[in-house]
């Protein structure tokens, strides 16, 4: 079936450290990729997303880069730090009206001082 | 102010009972969704209304019935609670039903629902 998935389930940086967040995706048809941060008792928040059209993209701090060739997203955080701490959950959909946001599993990012 | 507020933010019951989660929107969108989120941090989408109307129903059991009063507002109903529906629930919403950079969802901070 779809799915979407992260390779690790935990990550572990120094602070100021790069961090890169991996996930794998199987559904082709999906045009449309998302980064989601989730602190502790929080709800996701939005990071940063890019079109099927875009292999890169860049945020304030963060980069994701997605082949499409092997299905492919990743996450990159310059310069980690403690507030980075969180889960991180990658997302993929399709443009078209009604559409639905998959997740991945997440993954726990944790900044050592 | 938050944006996505649920009510309430724990809600601990007994097996067997019935309860609603609410949820509002300030943000002036037009479509709102709940989500579940299981102890293994899985998030997964269970439905959407877009202007009182349901566009999305994933497959869940009956006993959950969303309701939308208006379209800032999407309350769940969960009848005869069971162990499994323990999990957080999450309501957002987004402008419109399409997902899109320039429109993403906003989420709420979760209700976190334990079935003794």
């Known amino acids: 079936g779809e799915s979407v998935g992260l390779h690790l389930p935990t990550l572990s940086v120094q602070e100021g450290d790069n961090s890169i967040i991996n996930c794998a995706y199987s559904n082709s048809a999906s045009d449309y990729f998302i980064w989601y941060k989730q602190e502790s008792g929080k709800g996701p928040q939005f990071i940063i997303d890019?079109?099927?059209?875009?292999d890169k993209r860049q945020g304030q701090r963060v980069t994701v880069l997605l082949n499409k060739t092997v299905k492919h997203l990743s996450l990159q955080i310059a310069a980690t730090q403690p507030g980075d701490s969180a889960v991180y959950f990658c997302a993929e959909s399709n443009t078209g009206a009604n559409s639905k946001l998959t997740f991945g599993k997440g993954i726990t990012l944790s900044v050592r001082p | 102010d938050t944006a996505v507020s649920q009510t309430p933010k724990y809600l601990v019951t007994q097996m067997g009972n019935d309860k609603s989660i609410k949820c509002e929107q300030n943000l002036g969108h037009d479509t709102m969704y709940w989500y579940k989120q299981d102890s293994k941090k899985f998030l997964k989408i269970m439905f959407s209304?877009?202007?009182?109307?349901?566009?999305i129903n994933e497959t869940v059991p009956n006993r959950f019935s969303p309701k939308s009063p208006d379209k800032a507002h999407l309350n769940l109903h969960i009848n005869s609670l069971e162990l499994g529906d323990s999990a957080v629930y999450f309501c957002?919403?987004?402008?419109?039903?399409?997902?899109?950079?320039?429109?993403?969802?906003?989420f709420g901070d979760g209700t976190r629902l334990s079935i003794l």
């Open positions: 957002a919403s987004s402008q419109d039903g399409r997902v899109t950079g320039n429109q993403p969802q906003h």
């Open positions: 890019i079109r099927s059209n875009m």
């Open positions: 209304y877009n202007n009182k109307e349901l566009i």
